[in-house]
């Protein structure tokens, strides 16, 4: 392979030596390939949210002003939660949106964390409408409350036709986008709400068992608990910065050492920025003979490897096989400052 040419030493380059050994190299093109290569898809997720927005907030004071006159449960829990729909769009709209702000000199990776944090509020939205809705449904199993049926079947039908429209809408963006996934689970589960008033509302008008109002909605409850636990759940594991599950370490590993010109790899950390955005840092141990244009092509060899991977993002330190290192895979990561032991 042709070593890429040394630029001006005003420019940004790939490989800068050290005193480590043949150079600390970080990247950033692949990154920026990546966020150009999802902006598309972003502008889908924001074009498809603002839609679905308007559709959600629009019949959300229809089904308010339905559960209240029908006295229905499931008809105000199905209301209750499409509000929370349109605050998760919103959200959502606005995350999608400082996520396209540029990176900065405090904001190094720019804004993309954002959608992972209105991803985990989404989730515990979800959560805490669940509690909310099973508290009502115990009280009403208590005093069951005159329903309005005819009304509340009329508007929870009215109800899943919107939410069919908004969820087939959502379906056709990146789902795969956790923040994305978080309101479409909102939608669905709103979904289910109208489902479980339109069901409450046929078993009442034809057995009269005004209990199936509460006893659905809890059913409906259970569901959007299991939906946010899992929104939740992803998402704190990304704010840990935890490694992304479906990217294999050990694959990473061999797929780096197989190199020819690579001896071994070490203090390695994979994590996530935001969805779809992955990145990764170690430290490969060199022969001490390699010159920096050697190293420079080393360099593109081994993150052309790691894009195939999925890590969009990566920055490899270059050390001599002359310098003492760790041979952990993983360093542990302390609050105290290490003692440095290189020479310098």
């Known amino acids: 392979m042709t070593p890429k040419p040394l630029q001006d030493s005003k420019q940004p380059t790939d490989a800068q030596p050290n005193a480590h050994g043949p150079g600390n190299n970080h990247r950033y093109d692949d990154a920026d390939h990546s966020h150009n290569h999802s902006s598309h898809s972003h502008t889908d997720n924001q074009r498809i949210i603002t839609i679905a927005f308007a559709i959600i ?31 998760s769009l919103a959200m959502t709209l606005f995350a999608f949106i400082i996520g396209k702000k540029s990176a900065t000199s405090h904001k190094t990776f720019g804004y993309r964390r954002s ?39 009329v508007i929870s039908t009215i109800g899943l036709i919107v939410n069919l429209v908004v969820a087939k809408l959502m379906h056709g963006g990146d789902t795969d986008n956790l923040n994305m996934k978080s309101a479409y689970l909102h939608v669905l589960s709103d979904l289910l ?33 299991r939906s946010g636990y899992a929104v939740v759940k992803n998402a704190a594991h990304i704010l840990m ?20 010109n690579v001896l071994s790899v070490h203090d390695l950390h994979v994590w996530t920025i935001t ?23 080393l360099l593109s060899d081994l993150q052309h490897e790691l894009q195939h991977l999925g890590i969009g993002h990566s920055t490899l330190q270059f050390e001599s096989d002359l310098h003492a290192h760790s041979a952990q895979f993983n360093c542990d990561i302390t609050s105290a400052p290490p003692v440095h032991a290189h020479a310098h």
């Open 115 to 153: 959608e992972i944090l209105i991803a985990l509020i989404n989730g515990l939205t979800l959560l805490i409408i669940s509690a909310g809705i099973v508290y009502e449904a115990v009280l009403r199993f208590q005093q069951p409350p005159q329903i309005a049926t005819t009304g509340m079947l």
């Open 241 to 260: 910065e935890g490694a992304p599950n479906h990217i294999d370490q050990s694959v990473i590993i061999k797929t780096l050492s197989a190199h020819p």
């Open 193 to 225: 709400g109208s489902v479980a008033a339109i069901i409450a509302a046929i078993v009442i008008m034809l057995f009269g068992w005004v209990w199936a109002d509460a006893a659905v909605s809890i059913l409906v409850a259970l569901l959007i608990v």
């Open 57 to 87: 907030a629009s019949y959300m004071v229809v089904e308010v002003i339905g559960g209240y006159i029908t006295g229905s449960l499931a008809l105000l829990s199905d209301a209750g939660h499409m509000f929370s729909d349109a605050v």
């Open 275 to 297: 969805s779809g955005l992955h990145s990764l840092s170690c430290h490969i141990i060199v022969p001490s003979s390699l010159t920096l244009q050697q190293t420079d092509a």
